[in-house]
């Protein structure tokens, strides 16, 4: 984790849920805000996300393919309904295929929208989130399920020393 900004902060359900309930509401069906509470969810790097495609979920099964060739292989990891339901319309190939936003940087570094910062004083969040809120979000989660930093590691493809350690993420 970067300083001590008070946007990595993971959010909480309740503000979660608010955050979902509001996708009902027309303005807040960009594909943005659905993609931030995928990665909530899923742990899935924006990178990845902006480059998810349909023919990488399987809804039946509930189950997200992944191609990674860093690592020479497939993995895959469930899809609760909670992610299944935050994703938009098939329309493209792309899942997420209308990503564009404006980002700007912040005093610590991370990178803010214009777009979530307006989303979330509509749905009275009283402070700021960025993306790296929702990576946050999703190692408290998992953390809570009683999931440990290696196996939290192994579901995100990374190394046990990029976990974030707990303490870093609670307010």
């Known amino acids: 984790?970067?300083?001590?900004?008070?946007?990595?902060?993971?959010?909480?359900?309740?503000?979660?849920?608010?955050?979902?309930?509001?996708?009902?509401?027309?303005k807040f069906q960009h594909d943005l805000f659905r993609a931030f509470l995928f990665i909530c969810e899923t742990g899935v790097s924006w990178e990845d996300v902006t480059l998810l495609k349909w023919?990488?979920?399987?809804?039946?099964?509930?189950?997200?393919?992944?191609?990674?060739?860093r690592v020479n292989?497939?993995?895959t990891q469930r899809l609760s309904q909670f992610a299944l339901n935050v994703l938009p319309e098939k329309n493209s190939n792309?899942?997420?295929?209308?990503?564009h936003c404006d980002f700007f940087p912040?005093?610590?570094?991370?990178?803010?929208s214009s777009d979530?910062?307006?989303?979330?004083?509509e749905c009275n969040i009283k402070r700021r989130f960025c993306l790296e809120t929702?990576?946050?979000?999703f190692v408290t989660q998992m953390t809570a399920q009683s999931f440990d930093e290696h196996e939290i590691a192994k579901m995100l493809n990374i190394t046990v020393g990029s976990?974030?350690?707990?303490?870093?993420?609670?307010?």
Do not use: C
């Not at 912040?106 to 803010?112: A, D, I, L, S, T």
């Not at 979530?116 to 004083?121: K, S």
């Not at 974030?164 to 307010?171: H, N």
């Open 1 to 26: 984790m970067r300083n001590n900004s008070p946007l990595y902060h993971p959010l909480t359900y309740d503000e979660i849920n608010v955050l979902r309930a509001s996708l009902s509401a027309k």
């Open 55 to 69: 023919t990488q979920i399987d809804r039946e099964s509930h189950i997200l393919f992944y191609d990674y060739e």
């Open 73 to 75: 292989g497939y993995q």
């Open 94 to 99: 792309k899942v997420f295929s209308d990503l």
């Open 106 to 112: 912040n005093p610590y570094g991370e990178w803010q």
């Open 116 to 121: 979530m910062l307006a989303w979330g004083q």
């Open 134 to 137: 929702a990576g946050a979000t």
């Open 163 to 171: 976990v974030p350690a707990e303490g870093e993420m609670t307010p």
